[in-house]
């Protein structure tokens, strides 16, 4: 732990390798320092450069003017051993080495030097992240690995093998609207692992959920413990890499990791109680709504559907994930027949939009009224409420409509306890119709739903089955 709390908390920084070329990791790991605001000391090192990005630069770590805790080092591989010998003057506790090419190349004298490089850190009390990797983003820290990432702090944490897998974590997930504790990518892990990591997170106050990605590991005991560890402090959702041949041969050139059996894996985030994920935009879909509700443990919808087909769709989907879709209760259909008597025993559970416009109060009055009846209902434990491009109006009228629904679901959420999940339907949309008037409002729904806490999914099936395993888990959870 104070070895990561080190890593994450540095006063000084050295980039090893730092450059001007921007097409160097050695710019970009300077440049994401400056632009994510890192708040403590920064010291490019290299030897052919006095100035690197307006920074004094310094020939070599030992000529760096103060004690630097965490070193980026963006140098070839053969260079690495020279560093760490200078790092251990410094008093270094732990370097990022963004340095490939080793064991996951397959040589064998790239596996020699990696296994050197290993001996040295351990003899000098150095601590490594990586090779091969692309190391930690903490937006809090102002410490980050991509450029434009969010640099505003939330309370999901990452520990992924993969340094392209973290960013598209990130991305996909800051349009979702989740924020980040700390995620790490961690390479080949040829000392820190994914178990030290997954520790320390399960540990860290600013995280709340964990998403993860393995490819594999080398101290399966450790792995397990750990796991376990993680799993049983907060929500664990991970991806592993790696369970088909193709994907197993992938493995082995990415991190040179033994990929292992699919079934012993699924066997150990079972007993762990860890949520699988196939991919990345799943594990977005799981961890979006860990990241946004509360634990339930009740799996009855009850659904605002936009018409006709979508409800009937939206119900099969529901049903197939293993969710309850209950009737109308007698006492929502007592208040319609006063209400709205044109439509109280027509409609049901999902409710269908399109039947509102028989309603002379209006489409949007009768919505909002029902989805207040059903949020007041014990008979429903959450509520979906699709907001789509599925309706006959020109897109001035629409565009109102769907802004004024958005209005209402997200006051009735600040008003009622139960959990409500939004669907937000948008279709892949060409570069000729980025500015289309539906295309833009549907964005903008689905971005004001997040900024007011409302989990949003792309469709009900991707909704329903997220919600399931969120379910499952608390229900888990409720019985241990």
């Known amino acids: 732990m104070d070895i990561l709390e080190a890593a994450f908390h540095p006063k000084a920084i050295a980039i090893a390798g730092a450059s001007d070329d921007r097409l160097s990791f050695g710019y970009h790991f300077v440049r994401h320092l400056l632009d994510y605001g890192y708040p403590g000391h920064i010291y490019p090192v290299n030897p052919n450069k006095q100035v690197v990005l307006g920074l004094r630069a310094y020939p070599n770590l030992t000529s760096v003017p103060e004690p630097v805790d965490y070193v980026i080092c963006c140098l070839p591989a053969s260079k690495v051993l020279d560093l760490l010998a200078q790092c251990s003057a410094k008093e270094v506790k732990v370097v990022h080495l963004v ?226 879709v209950p009737p109308l209760p007698p006492e929502i259909k007592e208040e319609l027949r006063t209400r709205a008597p044109e439509i109280w025993d027509w409609v049901g559970n999902p409710i269908d939009g399109s039947i509102m416009s028989a309603v002379p109060m209006g489409f949007e009055v009768v919505m909002a009224e029902m989805q207040r009846m059903v949020a007041n209902s014990p008979h429903f434990d959450f509520i979906i409420v699709e907001i789509t491009d599925d309706n006959p109006f020109p897109k001035d009228i629409w565009s109102s409509l769907m802004r004024r629904h958005t209005e209402g679901s997200i006051r009735l959420s600040r008003e009622q306890r139960k959990p409500l999940v939004g669907v937000v339907s948008g279709g892949i949309v060409g570069p000729d119709r980025f500015q289309d008037c539906r295309w833009e409002v549907l964005a903008e729904q689905r971005s004001r739903l997040a900024d007011a806490g409302i989990p949003t999914y792309s469709t009900v099936g991707e909704a329903a089955k997220a919600m399931r395993q969120f379910i499952d888990y608390w229900q888990m959870r409720a019985e241990t």
Not at 258 to 276: C, D, L, M, P, Q
Request: net charge neutral; hydrophobic share 40%.
């Open 99 to 324: 340095t490939g090419r080793l064991s996951e190349t397959g040589r064998q004298e790239a596996k020699d030097l990696e296994a050197r490089i290993l001996q040295q850190a351990k003899k000098l009390n150095i601590r490594l992240i990586g090779p091969n990797c692309m190391g930690i983003y903490y937006p809090r820290g102002g410490v980050a690995h991509g450029y434009d990432l969010p640099k505003e702090a939330g309370t999901v944490g990452g520990v992924f093998q993969s340094g392209g897998g973290s960013e598209l974590l990130v991305r996909y997930g800051e349009l979702r609207g989740l924020r980040f504790s700390k995620v790490i990518s961690y390479g080949n892990a040829l000392d820190l692992d994914e178990s030290d990591f997954l520790r320390y997170l399960a540990r860290d106050d600013e995280t709340k959920v964990i998403a993860a990605y393995f490819e594999g590991v080398k101290d399966g005991p450790k792995f397990l413990s750990a796991l376990n560890d993680a799993a049983s402090a907060k929500p664990v959702v991970a991806i592993k890499g790696g369970r088909g041949k193709a994907g197993t041969k992938a493995v082995a050139s990415h991190t040179a990791a033994i990929a292992g059996s699919e079934n012993v894996w699924k066997t150990a985030f079972r007993k762990a109680g860890v949520i699988e994920a196939r991919d990345i935009s799943e594990l977005v879909d799981f961890v979006t709504a860990f990241y946004f509700l509360p634990p339930i443990t009740g799996n009855r919808v009850g659904i605002m559907s936009a018409g006709g087909g979508a409800s009937v769709m939206s119900a099969d989907a529901c049903e197939e994930a293993g969710l309850v």
